[in-house]
C-alpha cells in the first residue's frame, strides 16, 4: 500500500479503506483531533474516518465515540458535516441514536434528510419513533427521501396499520415510478403477513 501511494496509485477512498480495517486507537485518536479542526473539510474527514471504524457488529469501537458524536450534533453548524455526523450515529445501529435521527428527519436540508430515510431503519426498524419518522419522510417532496422510506417498508419495518397501508395506498399514485413500485410491494408485504424477499 505505502509504496502504491508513493506512486500515487492509491484513491483517497482506498486509504479510508484501510484505516477502517486497521481500527486501532491510534486511528481513532487522529480521527477525533480532525473531527475538531477548524475547517469543515477537516471535521469531515474525522467523521469518514470515524464512520466505519473496525468491525461492522462492533461499532463504535471505541466508547469515546459517542459523546464526541453527541457533541457534534448539538454543535455542529455545517449542514454538510452535520450530514456526516448523522451518518456516523447511524451507522452503529445502536437504538439510543434513534430520537436524535427522528429529530432530524424534518431538517430544511434535503441531504440531511436523506441520510436518516437510509439509515434509521437499521437502529430500530420496529420502533414508534422510526416508524413515525419514515412515515412522515414517505411523504417528502423529494423523490429519493420518499424512495428510501418506502423502501424500508417493504424490506425492514414489519408494523402494521391503518395508518401504514393508509400513506402506502397514497403512494400508488406518486409521480415516482420506483415508489410507486415499492409502495405495492409494501402493501403486498402486509396482505401477505411476510417479507417480500421471503
Known sequence: MSEAHA?????????LVALHERGSREVFEAAEVLCRDDRPEGRTLGLRILRELGPSD??????????????????????????????????????????????YSSHPND????????GVAGCGPDDPRVVEALL????????DIRGYAVYDFVESITADSPEIRAV?????DDPDE?????????LKVRESGGSESE
Open 58 to 103: 462492533k461499532r463504535p469501537v471505541f466508547d469515546e465515540t459517542w459523546p464526541l458524536l453527541e457533541e457534534m450534533v448539538e454543535t455542529e453548524e455545517d449542514d454538510d458535516v452535520l450530514y456526516w455526523v448523522l451518518s456516523c450515529l447511524w451507522y452503529t445501529g445502536n437504538p439510543r441514536v434513534i430520537d436524535t435521527l427522528v429529530r
Open 136 to 143: 412522515r419522510l414517505a411523504r417528502d417532496p423529494v423523490d
Open 7 to 15: 506512486r500515487g496509485e492509491v484513491s483517497r477512498s482506498e486509504l
Open 178 to 186: 420506483g415508489v410507486r413500485r415499492d409502495a405495492a410491494a409494501a
Open 168 to 172: 402506502l395506498t397514497g403512494l400508488l
Open 111 to 118: 441531504d440531511i434528510r436523506q441520510t436518516i430515510a437510509f
